[in-house]
């Protein structure tokens, strides 16, 4: 142990295993999900101690490595376990082998405080991101963290109150269904002393399926009067800071409560008390690298004091140019926004209109900074720009715990014959360069404005901010960056919205096979760029490639594939994925992005999220088996119908029936479905399908494979991923065109249907033609055959005392055309027929 404190806190949150739908497979205990790693508890350790923590999941029972995003953490141990405290009574039941692990993680000294993402590779899977929290206090555990019941000494009242001092950390849980549990405890505090408690609860992020915490902080005086309450702030949206200066000594009485009560889960949260001052904000909210930017520290009642703060030498790229600011003795940390340019301070004065604005006379790039403090103020703020330079306006004000819901308008000043007019409120998840959905997937950055603006003549402009509901405050601080922009693109992992986010958020490939993933690609936020893409990877491991075709211009979907050896060592990691432009005088640049819901919501509607620009890759023990395509012969054709050959190679002792998918496809190439290979057989033939508006060319396609059964489809658990080694895919206009003429024919007769062919490449032999969807009672006597050099086709037909009078369209025409072994399935026409009542024939 090194003589370092030991935190040996740990407790679960699960439903029991009663509790468990019928339909789940037997290695599932979350009750709406089936992660790998579905939750780690406690999710807080002190920096510098040593942690034990349970982990639950699924199929944990081969463990061979952690991985955690950054330095300054590592499992040291781990064993499984098989008993678990109930979340609601806390009593040890029984778990199923492989859903419990307890670790013991080595926190280092010099560990960054705050969030840390880790995965955990098994012999076979890659896990789902989770979380790990790390605070500079001992943590010690709330004795009572289950429902409170008074006889056996609960800390739901304030003479129940659990004592505690400053500079700790306590872990404690909102059990689930418990109706507004309430977690009281007592801090000794002398008149004139501060106490700081601050929460992490929401920020958590564990609930993978409808779950919620929403805490709130209430302390009491010695009379156990109310002397303050915070539920939400601006510095970390839904968990409460209290800061206070005790008014006479006595026992205080903190009571962490949920202010409103969500779905029935149990609910962690680490409350750090404190005697640290607590700004809420900071002024201005970042400075130029390599210089010592003063700043006020502005706290909840509007007070400030004053410090210095050396800035980094050099400006980090996307959330790496924020850095934290960290008053002594405080847990979290306020953000500051570096730059390679420097800051426009507000001077004080009155520029409360556009012919009243701050002139800055010097070049961009610039940032301004300043605080609304009056009601419905705007600051205006006057500047140069020269016509054929673009920029990128980005605000920061709620992205950095400011209470300004910040509005941007950009126009010509007086004497600028300029037609640029803009104005901006919230912005979208590209805005902020990440993917996301903009319907229900919500954070502070959203608030705040983003704009692209490009002068059209050379000139002055204005800039001005204000408060979209007209508020104010000392707290309602802003930066405006004016940049150059810079065309980007972004590739992320496109997810099912029937199936969990978090399902192959990852790449996982395994021994000696391959595996595919869909890539999406999300244009910048005023990217330029119309030109093709290539995606490529960096820092793999030895013994694993990778491979995606390049992107045709507008192209926002692709597939890539991942091969290892059969001795590539087992391996997990984060990797790079990069996008460079075809053309390569071109200026253009993209990277990788993840960001996935760590707590969702009922409906989607998804406030705490995991968030990277790295990917994690992880190589794996063999599959059971391997799957392989046949490359066709001959082309897929417009509006045809191409079967591909299946095999499947199975390792001794695997049986089981083996689905086999497209999970992407050329444009306007769709597939009926999945395939089934049944239990010891070993090919199969997979159907592709060109429609009219497919585009020839030469495309690459791999095919994904995976158990039929034994797994849980919505996150992926239990399943093996493979994929065949890509093949060569060429596609190609049509063979034929028939145009049908208008056909007639009455009930308990025969007839003709007639079609001109038109020739669009030559035939490779003689083709086989049939009608298709004829309506009922009609019948092809015989199908057709079609040569080379025919320019029209008569099909036989006969209608039986079945047909209904009446006028049919759509009659189509099925070709099957054979070459080079291989037969191809085309459609072609849409024609009508009319039936008629039979006439008397005397």
Same mark, same amino acid.
């Given at each position: 142990?090194?003589?370092?404190?030991?935190?040996?806190?740990?407790?679960?949150?699960?439903?029991?295993?009663?509790?468990?739908?019928?339909?789940?497979?037997?290695?599932?205990?979350?009750?709406?999900?089936?992660?790998?790693?579905?939750?780690?508890?406690?999710?807080?350790?002190?920096?510098?101690?040593?942690?034990?923590?349970?982990?639950?999941?699924?199929?944990?029972?081969?463990?061979?490595?952690?991985?955690?995003?950054?330095?300054?953490?590592?499992?040291?141990?781990?064993?499984?376990? +098989?008993?678990?405290?109930?979340?609601?009574?806390?009593?040890?039941?029984?778990?199923?082998?492989?859903?419990?692990?307890?670790?013991?993680?080595?926190?280092?000294?010099?560990?960054?405080?705050?969030?840390?993402?880790?995965?955990?590779?098994?012999?076979?899977?890659?896990?789902?991101?989770? &979380?790990?929290?790390?605070?500079?206090?001992?943590?010690?555990?709330?004795? /009572?963290?289950?429902?409170?019941?008074?006889?056996?000494?609960?800390?739901?009242?304030?003479?129940?109150?659990?004592?505690?001092?400053?500079?700790?950390?306590?872990?404690?849980?909102?059990?689930?269904?418990?109706?507004?549990? /309430?977690?009281?405890?007592?801090?000794?505090?002398?008149?004139?002393?501060?106490?700081?408690?601050?929460?992490?609860?929401?920020?958590?992020?564990?609930?993978?399926?409808?779950?919620?915490?929403?805490?709130?902080?209430?302390?009491?005086?010695?009379?156990?009067?109310?002397?303050?309450?915070?539920?939400?702030?601006?510095?970390?949206?839904?968990?409460?800071?209290?800061?206070?200066?005790?008014?006479?000594?006595?026992?205080?009485?903190?009571?962490?409560?949920?202010?409103?009560?969500?779905?029935?889960?149990?609910?962690?949260? #680490?409350?750090?008390?404190?005697? #640290?001052?607590?700004?809420?904000?900071?002024?201005?909210?970042?400075?130029?690298?390599?210089?010592?930017?003063?700043?006020?520290?502005?706290?909840?009642?509007?007070?400030?004091?004053?410090?210095?703060?050396?800035?980094?030498?050099?400006?980090?790229?996307?959330?790496?140019?924020?850095?934290?600011?960290?008053?002594?003795?405080?847990?979290?940390?306020?953000?500051?926004?570096?730059?390679?340019?420097?800051?426009?301070?507000?001077?004080?004065?009155?520029?409360?209109?556009?012919?009243? +604005?701050?002139?800055?006379?010097?070049?961009?790039?610039?940032?301004?900074?300043?605080?609304?403090?009056?009601?419905?103020?705007?600051?205006?703020?006057?500047? &140069?720009?020269?016509?054929?330079?673009?920029?990128?306006?980005?605000?920061?004000?709620?992205?950095?715990?400011? &209470?300004?819901?910040?509005?941007?308008?950009?126009?010509?000043?007086?004497?600028?014959?300029?037609?640029?007019?803009?104005?901006?409120?919230?912005?979208?998840?590209?805005?902020?360069?990440?993917?996301?959905?903009?319907?229900?997937?919500?954070?502070?950055?959203?608030?705040?404005?983003?704009?692209?603006?490009?002068?059209?003549?050379?000139?002055?402009?204005?800039?001005?901010?204000?408060?979209?509901?007209?508020?104010?405050?000392?707290?309602?601080?802003?930066?405006?960056?004016?940049?150059? /922009?810079?065309?980007?693109?972004?590739?992320?992992?496109?997810?099912?919205?029937?199936?969990?986010?978090?399902?192959?958020?990852?790449?996982?490939?395994?021994?000696?096979?391959?595996?595919? /993933?869909?890539?999406?690609?999300?244009?910048?936020?005023?990217?330029?760029?119309?030109?093709?893409?290539?995606?490529?990877?960096?820092?793999?491991?030895?013994?694993?490639?990778?491979?995606?075709?390049?992107?045709?211009?507008?192209?926002?979907?692709?597939?890539?594939?991942?091969?290892?050896?059969?001795?590539?060592?087992?391996? #997990?990691?984060?990797?790079?994925?990069?996008?460079?432009?075809?053309?390569?005088?071109?200026?253009?640049?993209?990277?990788?992005?993840?960001?996935?819901?760590?707590?969702?919501?009922?409906?989607?509607?998804?406030?705490?999220?995991?968030?990277?620009?790295?990917?994690?890759? #992880?190589?794996?023990?063999?599959?059971?088996?391997?799957?392989?395509?046949?490359?066709?012969?001959?082309?897929?054709?417009?509006?045809?119908?191409?079967?591909?050959?299946?095999?499947?190679?199975?390792?001794?002792?695997?049986?089981?029936?083996?689905?086999?998918?497209?999970?992407?496809?050329?444009?306007?190439?769709?597939?009926?479905?999945?395939?089934?290979?049944?239990?010891?057989?070993?090919?199969?033939?997979?159907?592709?399908?060109?429609?009219?508006?497919?585009?020839?060319?030469?495309?690459?396609? &791999?095919?994904?494979?995976?158990?039929?059964?034994?797994?849980?489809?919505?996150?992926?658990?239990?399943?093996?991923?493979?994929?065949?080694?890509?093949?060569?895919?060429?596609?190609?206009?049509?063979?034929?065109?028939?145009?049908?003429?208008?056909?007639?024919?009455?009930?308990?007769?025969?007839?003709?249907?007639?079609?001109?062919?038109?020739?669009?490449?030559?035939?490779?032999?003689?083709?086989? +033609?049939?009608?298709?969807?004829?309506?009922?009672?009609?019948?092809?006597?015989?199908?057709?055959?079609?040569?080379?050099?025919?320019?029209?086709?008569?099909?036989?037909?006969?209608?039986?005392?079945?047909?209904?009078?009446?006028?049919?369209?759509?009659?189509?025409?099925?070709?099957?055309?054979?070459?080079?072994?291989?037969?191809?399935?085309?459609?072609?026409?849409?024609?009508?027929?009319?039936?008629?009542?039979?006439?008397?024939?005397?």
């Amino acid at each position: 142990m090194s003589g370092r404190p030991v935190c040996l806190v740990f407790f679960a949150a699960l439903i029991s295993v009663s509790a468990v739908a019928d339909e789940k497979p037997p290695f599932c205990i979350f009750p709406y999900s089936c992660p790998t790693a579905g939750r780690i508890d406690p999710p807080v350790g002190q920096r510098g101690a040593t942690h034990k923590a349970l982990l639950l999941g699924a199929r944990l029972q081969q463990i061979e490595e952690f991985l955690f995003y950054d330095a300054g953490i590592e499992v040291i141990a781990h064993r499984p376990v +098989a008993q678990i405290p109930h979340d609601i009574h806390g009593d040890l039941r029984p778990t199923p082998a492989g859903t419990a692990v307890e670790l013991t993680l080595k926190i280092a000294d010099d560990c960054r405080v705050g969030e840390h993402f880790f995965r955990l590779r098994t012999h076979e899977a890659l896990s789902e991101m989770l &979380s790990f929290w790390v605070t500079p206090f001992p943590c010690i555990k709330e004795h /009572h963290w289950a429902h409170d019941r008074t006889a056996n000494g609960g800390n739901g009242r304030p003479d129940l109150a659990q004592p505690v001092k400053r500079d700790v950390t306590v872990i404690g849980y909102h059990p689930a269904y418990a109706t507004m549990d /309430h977690d009281f405890y007592a801090v000794e505090l002398q008149q004139g002393e501060r106490l700081t408690v601050e929460v992490w609860s929401a920020c958590l992020g564990f609930h993978f399926h409808g779950g919620l915490t929403d805490c709130a902080i209430t302390v009491y005086d010695p009379d156990q009067k109310k002397l303050a309450y915070c539920d939400d702030t601006s510095l970390r949206d839904m968990d409460p800071i209290v800061s206070l200066t005790a008014p006479r000594t006595g026992t205080y009485y903190v009571n962490i409560h949920q202010n409103m009560d969500y779905e029935g889960k149990l609910r962690p949260y #680490a409350a750090h008390f404190s005697a #640290a001052r607590r700004p809420m904000i900071t002024y201005p909210l970042g400075g130029q690298a390599g210089t010592t930017v003063p700043l006020q520290l502005i706290e909840a009642d509007g007070t400030h004091t004053s410090a210095q703060q050396p800035l980094p030498a050099t400006p980090g790229v996307f959330e790496q140019s924020m850095m934290d600011y960290r008053p002594t003795g405080a847990v979290i940390a306020n953000r500051l926004q570096v730059a390679s340019f420097a800051n426009v301070l507000e001077d004080g004065g009155d520029h409360f209109q556009p012919e009243q +604005a701050q002139v800055y006379d010097g070049e961009l790039p610039i940032a301004f900074n300043g605080r609304i403090e009056h009601e419905g103020k705007t600051d205006w703020f006057r500047f &140069s720009a020269k016509q054929g330079t673009r920029y990128r306006v980005r605000t920061y004000a709620a992205t950095l715990g400011s &209470s300004l819901d910040a509005r941007l308008w950009i126009r010509p000043a007086e004497g600028t014959s300029s037609r640029v007019q803009i104005e901006a409120d919230d912005s979208r998840w590209v805005d902020h360069d990440w993917h996301g959905n903009d319907k229900v997937g919500f954070i502070r950055d959203r608030m705040d404005p983003v704009a692209i603006f490009e002068p059209d003549t050379d000139g002055d402009y204005l800039i001005g901010i204000a408060d979209a509901q007209r508020l104010f405050g000392a707290d309602f601080v802003y930066r405006v960056e004016i940049q150059p /922009h810079t065309d980007q693109a972004f590739v992320y992992f496109p997810t099912d919205y029937r199936e969990s986010a978090h399902k192959r958020d990852r790449l996982v490939i395994h021994r000696g096979n391959t595996t595919e /993933h869909i890539l999406g690609i999300l244009p910048g936020v005023g990217n330029r760029y119309r030109g093709g893409i290539e995606i490529y990877a960096t820092g793999l491991p030895d013994g694993v490639t990778f491979s995606c075709p390049p992107l045709a211009p507008g192209q926002t979907l692709t597939q890539a594939t991942l091969t290892a050896s059969a001795n590539a060592e087992p391996w #997990a990691g984060l990797v790079e994925l990069k996008l460079r432009p075809t053309d390569p005088a071109a200026s253009f640049t993209g990277s990788f992005v993840h960001n996935v819901p760590s707590t969702t919501r009922r409906g989607g509607y998804n406030v705490v999220y995991n968030r990277s620009r790295r990917c994690a890759l #992880a190589v794996v023990e063999e599959a059971p088996f391997q799957v392989s395509v046949q490359t066709p012969s001959i082309p897929l054709a417009a509006n045809a119908l191409l079967d591909l050959e299946v095999f499947v190679k199975r390792r001794e002792g695997f049986d089981k029936a083996i689905r086999v998918y497209a999970a992407w496809t050329p444009p306007d190439v769709a597939t009926p479905g999945p395939v089934v290979i049944p239990p010891g057989e070993s090919r199969g033939v997979f159907r592709l399908k060109a429609n009219s508006r497919v585009k020839p060319g030469r495309y690459v396609l &791999s095919l994904t494979a995976q158990e039929d059964s034994g797994g849980y489809r919505s996150w992926g658990t239990g399943y093996h991923f493979v994929a065949s080694p890509p093949i060569p895919l060429e596609i190609s206009a049509p063979y034929l065109e028939l145009a049908f003429d208008r056909a007639a024919i009455e009930r308990r007769q025969s007839g003709q249907i007639t079609a001109t062919v038109k020739v669009i490449r030559e035939l490779p032999g003689n083709a086989t +033609a049939t009608l298709v969807r004829l309506p009922t009672g009609v019948e092809l006597v015989r199908p057709a055959t079609i040569r080379p050099g025919d320019n029209q086709v008569t099909f036989e037909i006969r209608a039986t005392s079945d047909a209904l009078t009446g006028q049919y369209q759509q009659i189509g025409c099925q070709i099957t055309i054979s070459a080079q072994g291989q037969k191809i399935v085309q459609e072609s026409g849409s024609g009508i027929l009319r039936i008629d009542q039979e006439r008397n024939r005397r």
